[in-house]
């Protein structure tokens, strides 16, 4: 069974510039997740799908993250335009009905903020 | 909300030697409690989790247990062996809720 792809592996940026991540989970998984994991510590949530609906976007901040699943398969994150801080690895997560079913993390994106 | 805390940030162990990780919460309603292997270069990974209707679960070599009155769950790894080495981070949720609250992680390395 294929895993969670994400593309790029890898991203430097400049500060204000913009930037996108893109996610293909695992086939028939409903539940898609972002993840932000900034050096030194545990992966924080941005944004949950269910199918392409929102489940829960609460810690995303909006005036310069957006995210998309428009098929309910893929799905790209946006940062636009980027801060410093925002140097961090970006995990996507599926799982097959959300819940506490089993999360499957890709790679990650590592994104550098310069 | 919820906060996890877990220590210690770096342990090493020689080879055949036991591990053990500790994480404490704060929110007495989390309820569900996995524990994620991250190596290098990858996605975290579950290896384990615990509900609160049970004090201790075990995997072969890898157990975990839960005090609620405390709220405190570690993870213990027997026989440690070199692919053991990674960075292993807990987390606390509710059953009924979306975030997952991890720690900030523990780098393990096992030398053999």
């Known amino acids: 069974e294929a895993g969670v792809a994400q593309s790029p592996r890898y991203k430097i940026i400049e500060k204000r510039q913009s930037v996108a991540f893109w996610c293909n989970p695992i086939?028939?998984?409903?539940?898609l997740y972002w993840y932000q994991q900034i050096l030194g510590q545990g992966p924080k949530l941005l944004i949950q799908f269910q199918n392409n609906g929102v489940v829960d976007d609460s810690q995303l901040p909006k005036d310069r993250f957006s995210a998309e699943r428009l098929k309910g398969v893929d799905s790209t994150l946006k940062i636009q335009p980027a801060k410093l801080e925002d140097s961090a690895v970006y995990l996507c997560?599926?799982?097959?009905?959300?819940?506490?079913?089993?999360?499957?993390f890709g790679p990650g994106t590592r994104l550098l903020v310069l | 909300g919820e906060n996890v805390e877990q220590h210690p940030s770096t342990l090493s162990v020689q080879e055949g030697d036991s591990a053990v990780i500790k994480c404490t919460y704060s929110?007495?309603?989390?309820?569900?409690f996995p524990w994620y292997k991250q190596e290098l270069g990858k996605g975290p990974q579950l290896i384990i989790d615990?509900?609160?209707?049970?004090g201790e679960k075990k995997d072969q070599r890898i157990a975990v247990t839960l005090n609620k009155t405390a709220k405190h769950f570690s993870l213990h790894i027997t026989e440690t062996q070199p692919e053991d080495s990674a960075v292993y981070f807990c987390?606390?949720?509710?059953?009924?809720?979306?975030?997952?609250?991890f720690g900030t992680g523990t780098s393990l390395t096992v030398i053999p």
């Open positions: 929110d007495s309603a989390s309820n569900y």
């Open positions: 086939s028939g998984h409903a539940t």
């Open positions: 997560a599926s799982s097959l009905a959300g819940g506490k079913e089993t999360q499957y």
């Open positions: 987390a606390a949720t509710r059953l009924t809720g979306n975030q997952f609250y």
């Open positions: 615990i509900r609160s209707n049970v």
